[in-house]
């Protein structure tokens, strides 16, 4: 079922989007949640240390596919929004074959520079055979990652928000289930977690794969895949504009991560909790910018920018009151949530200094989801890609500065630097195009 997002209530459309959106995601951080969570339980801190480890590079190689994935589905939605039915098919299609060409090349790229990276980033000896191991795991299974992501992006953009929830919710319980049996009584180490995850995320595909052949705007038939040169060169120029946004942020992180590591281990552990915890606290804004991004997408198709104002509002008033709610969590009961997942005393105050930081901040980043995505579904990804860079230029000095001289603090102010930058240089495009309508 299908959801033209072009009539009716913009609020009630829009949150019609969000919720389920919003449950897909946060069951996908509660299954990584939980897999870190099992990991520091059952195999100690170093090993959840060198899983997390790998978070940027994770960034960096997934990263860069969700980017393209992501900017294929803008088109899909413009062309849904446009009545075009045809030209969604087609955009489906070469989305298909793109990506297939991308799973190869960035499986490739990731086994291959695996070993040189976890060096450059310093990472503790003691640590480095379970984070080789589990990233070979979760690189060689990229496929999985990149199809779900291009499959439940591509039933976002026709309106179904359900499916690709539907598919969390069964590959979460697997995720989880296969976690508990390979570590705790197979006793596999973090290559069982890494195994569980790629599993889970190839049924995740398959699920979505399934819904997509009810939809008649997506029952893809063999023509729809002869080439389409100029359908190709649109979807290359929003999506790699968009993959290398979260590349170019994915560096500033590993560098992050290196100074991080250069501190020894505990500092190691504490940053890979924190990461859980700041992807778990921007689910819900992170959540309504992509949503929007849905929304603006077809709207911006169908030419109805009042509509496209309209649903910006509505995603900033959920900016805010994420930011209320999770941000007090993370200032006032930074304890409780570090010493879930963690177990010495050391990491758990680490992770106190970094959360309380990032919590009272939380609204810069909240606010940069919104209008970041706003900017992609309007069919404008340089100024996102270039909100990216902005990241990793504010995030590094303020790292290199500061942490010989506050410590692991450091680590927390370098992202309310980031987040200032890009939500600077965001916003204010934001309110220039939709002020003047000038385009790329």
């Avoid at 991004?293 to 920018?305: E, I, K, L, P």
């Avoid at 000095?397 to 102010?413: D, E, N, Q, T």
């Amino acid at each position: 079922m299908t959801n033209d997002l072009t009539t009716g209530s913009v609020r009630g459309k829009l949150l019609g989007l969000f919720f389920p959106m919003l449950l897909t995601n946060l069951l996908k951080q509660v299954y990584s949640i939980a897999d870190t969570a099992i990991v520091g339980k059952g195999l100690g801190d170093a090993a959840l240390g060198s899983v997390g480890d790998l978070a940027s590079m994770s960034l960096f190689i997934i990263g860069f596919s969700m980017g393209m994935t992501g900017g294929f589905g803008v088109i899909v939605a413009q062309c849904f929004g446009s009545g075009d039915s045809a030209s969604v098919r087609r955009a489906a299609a070469m989305s298909i074959k793109l990506s297939a060409i991308l799973t190869v090349i960035l499986t490739a790229a990731g086994c291959l520079l695996l070993r040189p990276v976890v060096v450059m980033m310093k990472t503790d000896p003691s640590l480095i055979s379970d984070s080789l191991t589990y990233g070979y795991i979760i690189f060689g299974g990229l496929a999985a990652t990149v199809a779900y992501d291009l499959f439940s992006g591509m039933l976002r953009s026709v309106g179904d928000s359900r499916t690709p929830f539907t598919a969390i919710v069964i590959s979460s319980a697997v995720n989880i289930a296969l976690d508990i049996v390979l570590i705790f009584i197979v006793h596999t180490g973090v290559e069982g977690a890494a195994a569980a995850t790629v599993v889970s995320q190839a049924l995740s595909a398959v699920i979505c794969w399934v819904r997509m052949r009810d939809i008649p705007e997506l029952r893809i038939g063999k023509d729809d895949f002869t080439r389409d040169r100029s359908m190709v060169l649109l979807l290359l120029k929003n999506g790699i504009p968009m993959a290398c946004m979260n590349s170019v942020t994915a560096v500033g992180c590993m560098v992050v991560q290196g100074y991080v590591n250069d501190c020894g281990a505990a500092y190691t552990s504490a940053y890979s909790v924190c990461s859980k915890y700041l992807n778990l606290a921007m689910l819900p804004s992170l959540t309504a910018g992509f949503a929007l991004m849905s929304f603006v997408g077809q709207n911006h198709g169908a030419g109805q920018m009042q509509r496209i104002r309209r649903g910006v509002r509505v995603s900033v008033c959920i900016a805010l009151i994420s930011y209320l709610c999770i941000g007090a969590a993370m200032v006032f009961l930074p304890d409780l949530l570090a010493g879930a997942m963690l177990s010495g005393s050391d990491t758990i105050a680490l992770t106190v200094i970094y959360l309380r930081i990032c919590g009272a901040g939380l609204i810069l980043l909240n606010l940069l989801f919104v209008f970041r995505n706003a900017m992609q579904g309007m069919g404008y990804p340089t100024v996102p890609m270039l909100s990216g860079i902005a990241e990793m230029l504010f995030r590094i000095p303020v790292i290199a500065l500061m942490l010989p001289r506050i410590g692991f603090s450091a680590a927390g102010y370098a992202e309310i630097a980031a987040w200032v930058g890009a939500l600077a240089l965001v916003a204010g495009a934001y309110m220039l195009h939709t002020k003047t309508g000038h385009s790329e």
